[in-house]
């Protein structure tokens, strides 16, 4: 039998009310108050380490049928520390308060440890940022991480730093109310006349020149470090997209506006190669594809087609703060080499015909 907490205890008192859920992690995510901050998956854990009791004796099968009136106790030890290492590391701070901090995430920097890349990542740059701030997040004093960008794609992140702020925020984002705008540089430019876009399966177009893609995404069965595209399995995912400009002479690029409806990973990625127009860069997912130097000229086609990362910038992030209640809206201008790299377009010229 588990054993209950010892150190540090905090002991949760909860009473089972009317009509009680026919087991026990569904009666207690019930009647926790809200300002415990305890998820589900939290109480399934503290099930499981014996830290619920009833009547003294610890209660471990979350299955456990419970009655109206019973009371147990939650034993709930302070937030231990985290074994990655705090780094001092320079991170771009856009907003900061006792709940959040927004970060402006540079390119090449991995968000979380992981094999290959345990140190200089920005949960070890937040650990040292952030010291004795963290709260904890699920029992371990870390930095609420709701959700990545991948390593080579710039731009804004919101990450909790308690426990009630990574629950609210979490919640925004599995109900997709939270506004997620990039900025990418596509091969071609997306449009809805084209009738090779418009009959491909799971695309279609809305007013305004903005085409929709919505497919399911799972991992490529032969490749485990990418996503495919799927119907019928997978998770739903949706990707709106608006050509903001074009480049070339016939149309060699353009810089796009992506939405997401969904965060799936590397989700516009996929769906920009799935309808045609990958993301430059992106040696993942978009081929052998080049700019072609009959629509832009040698130099510039040269230089896109050597653009080092995957040309992706989350550009804007919008989320209702977890205390205030007040909506949050931030912007991040283009990083310098996205920005050199559409000048370059922007200004280029076609080769003269002889």
């Known amino acids: 039998m588990a054993e209950p907490f ?16 026919d087991r026990l992690d569904k009666a207690l995510v019930r009647e926790v108050p809200e300002k415990a901050s305890l998820s589900r998956s939290r109480l399934m854990k503290l099930i499981a380490e014996g830290a619920v009791t009833l009547d003294g004796v610890p209660i471990t099968n979350p299955k456990t049928r419970v009655f109206e009136g019973q009371e147990f106790m939650i ?36 968000v979380h440890p992981a094999p290959g890349s345990w140190n200089g990542t920005l949960v070890n740059a937040l650990l040292y940022h952030c010291a004795d701030s963290l709260s904890g997040v699920g029992g371990v004093k870390r930095p609420g991480i709701v959700h990545r960008i991948d390593k080579d794609t710039s731009g804004l992140l919101v990450v909790a730093k308690t426990d009630k702020a990574h629950h ?27 009738p090779r876009l418009r009959g491909i399966q799971g695309v279609s177009f809305e007013t305004g020149g903005i085409v929709k893609i919505a ?7 032969t490749d485990r ?62 081929g052998r594809r080049r700019v072609a130097a009959r629509s832009v000229g040698d130099p510039v086609a040269d230089m896109a087609n050597a653009f080092p990362r995957q040309a992706l910038h989350a550009a804007s992030l919008g989320f ?9 809206q931030f912007e991040s201008p283009l990083p310098t080499d996205m920005a050199a790299l559409i000048e370059e377009l922007r200004n280029s010229k076609p080769p003269k015909a002889h």
């Open 6 to 21: 010892e150190k540090d205890l905090e002991i949760l008192t909860v009473t089972i009310g009317e009509d009680p859920p």
């Open 320 to 328: 209702i703060h977890p205390k205030t209640k007040k909506r949050m």
């Open 225 to 286: 470090q990418r996503q495919a595209v799927l119907f019928g399995f997978g998770r739903h995912a949706v990707t709106r997209v608006r050509v903001l400009e074009s480049f070339g002479a016939p149309e060699a690029a353009a810089l796009v506006e992506c939405w997401l409806e969904t965060g799936r990973t590397h989700q516009i990625r996929v769906h920009m190669s799935y309808a045609g127009h990958a993301l430059l860069g992106d040696d993942t997912y978009g």
């Open 75 to 110: 034993m709930l030890g302070e937030a231990i520390e985290l074994d990655t290492l705090p780094q001092n590391i320079p991170i771009s701070i856009v907003y900061e308060d006792d709940e959040l901090i927004v970060v402006d995430k540079p390119v090449g920097m991995v």
């Open 168 to 194: 609210a925020l979490a919640a925004q984002f599995e109900d997709h109310s939270v506004t997620r705008h990039y900025l990418a540089v596509v091969h071609g430019a997306p449009n809805a006349a084209d």
């Open 215 to 221: 497919t399911n995404l799972a991992r490529h069965k």
